[in-house]
């Protein structure tokens, strides 16, 4: 198993400190501070950590402050309702007993209904898309060194961008990216930690797709960008560490705020979740 695994793995590691209480630890990656999908898919893993015999079908969540990557963060779970079919969670995680972030969460139990879908965009199968060497070869050279830089990084969930060539280009397009992600090894057989790895994935490039239309992206240092707000619903069951497609959207920016959509596919077309999004995306001329 890899090192990038591994690190996947540690993650979802969380310590009981008891009364519903948990310690989750960030990797040892030199970030400056913590990922946010890190934050979400340890809150989430948390708050299925008091819930039997149900699933999160949709959660809500706040960023507040930077994490410190340095520094264990603590979920607080309070168990707000347990109906006969809902349980209601909300999840704070706190450093020095500052609240960095909030989440609420919703679990169903299994149950039969209505059921229709929209379809999966029309892409390249992510076995069609260069990997992690045909990237290095053919595509990176060709990209800006914040660009490069990133997608070499060693990192536990494997993206295949659809739309690569946006980087490279010059001038404003359609707010729309397409991307395969998935763990970069196999899982154990917990639908919690496969959900809450997803919820990690979720968001790695969300908030990206809302500077599509403007002709930029997070790597410009003349941007200003954090995620402010993260929602997710879960509509059917996955794997984690199959391709997943990842359909992203943005349909309106204003205020400084980029507002982004996300629909993840399974490879059979069949939409698994669905993701929301806005964040903080300020012009700061100043850096250039």
Not at 28 to 51: E, M, P
Not at 119 to 136: I, K, Q, S, T
Not at 263 to 274: H, P, T, W, Y
């Given at each position: 198993?890899?090192?990038?695994?591994?690190?996947?793995?540690?993650?979802?590691?969380?310590?009981?400190?008891?009364?519903?209480?948990?310690?989750?630890?960030?990797?040892?990656?030199?970030?400056?501070?913590?990922?946010?999908?890190?934050?979400?898919?340890?809150?989430?893993?948390?708050?299925?950590?008091?819930?039997?015999?149900?699933?999160?079908?949709?959660?809500?969540?706040?960023?507040?402050?930077?994490?410190?990557?340095?520094?264990?963060?603590?979920?607080?779970?309070?168990?707000?309702?347990?109906?006969?079919?809902?349980?209601?969670?909300?999840?704070?995680?706190?450093?020095?007993?500052?609240?960095?972030?909030?989440?609420?969460?919703?679990?169903?139990?299994?149950?039969?209904?209505?059921?229709?879908?929209?379809?999966?965009?029309?892409?390249?199968?992510?076995?069609?898309?260069?990997?992690?060497?045909?990237?290095?070869?053919?595509?990176?050279?060709?990209?800006?060194?914040?660009?490069?830089?990133?997608?070499?990084?060693?990192?536990?969930?494997?993206?295949?961008?659809?739309?690569?060539?946006?980087?490279?280009?010059?001038?404003?397009?359609?707010?729309?990216?397409?991307?395969?992600?998935?763990?970069?090894?196999?899982?154990?057989?917990?639908?919690?930690?496969?959900?809450?790895?997803?919820?990690?994935?979720?968001?790695?490039?969300?908030?990206?797709?809302?500077?599509?239309?403007?002709?930029?992206?997070?790597?410009?240092?003349?941007?200003?960008?954090?995620?402010?707000d993260h929602a997710m619903w879960f509509h059917?069951?996955?794997?984690?560490?199959?391709?997943?497609?990842?359909?992203?959207?943005?349909p309106s920016a204003s205020g400084a705020r980029?507002?982004?959509?996300?629909?993840?596919?399974?490879?059979d077309g069949n939409l698994v979740a669905s993701?929301?999004?806005?964040?903080?995306?300020?012009?700061?001329?100043?850096?250039?």
């Amino acid at each position: 198993m890899t090192s990038a695994a591994n690190t996947l793995l540690s993650i979802f590691d969380l310590e009981p400190l008891g009364h519903n209480r948990f310690q989750g630890r960030s990797p040892d990656n030199g970030w400056t501070r913590v990922f946010g999908g890190q934050v979400i898919g340890q809150a989430l893993y948390a708050a299925c950590k008091t819930v039997e015999a149900r699933q999160p079908h949709s959660l809500h969540a706040y960023f507040m402050l930077p994490g410190d990557p340095a520094i264990p963060i603590v979920y607080e779970v309070e168990r707000l309702r347990d109906g006969g079919s809902f349980s209601t969670r909300r999840v704070l995680a706190l450093q020095k007993d500052a609240a960095i972030f909030a989440m609420s969460a919703s679990f169903q139990i299994a149950e039969p209904g209505y059921d229709h879908q929209m379809p999966m965009p029309a892409v390249p199968m992510p076995e069609e898309l260069p990997g992690r060497d045909g990237m290095e070869r053919d595509v990176l050279p060709h990209m800006p060194e914040a660009v490069r830089a990133y997608y070499r990084r060693e990192r536990p969930i494997e993206i295949r961008p659809v739309e690569m060539s946006r980087y490279a280009a010059d001038g404003p397009r359609e707010p729309k990216f397409n991307v395969w992600v998935r763990a970069s090894q196999t899982l154990p057989e917990e639908p919690a930690l496969h959900q809450s790895v997803l919820a990690y994935a979720s968001d790695l490039m969300l908030l990206d797709s809302s500077l599509i239309a403007h002709g930029t992206s997070v790597f410009d240092r003349r941007v200003q960008s954090a995620s402010l707000d993260h929602a997710m619903w879960f509509h059917r069951p996955f794997r984690a560490d199959d391709w997943l497609l990842y359909a992203q959207d943005s349909p309106s920016a204003s205020g400084a705020r980029g507002f982004s959509r996300g629909l993840i596919f399974d490879r059979d077309g069949n939409l698994v979740a669905s993701v929301a999004q806005e964040g903080l995306i300020r012009p700061r001329p100043d850096r250039a």
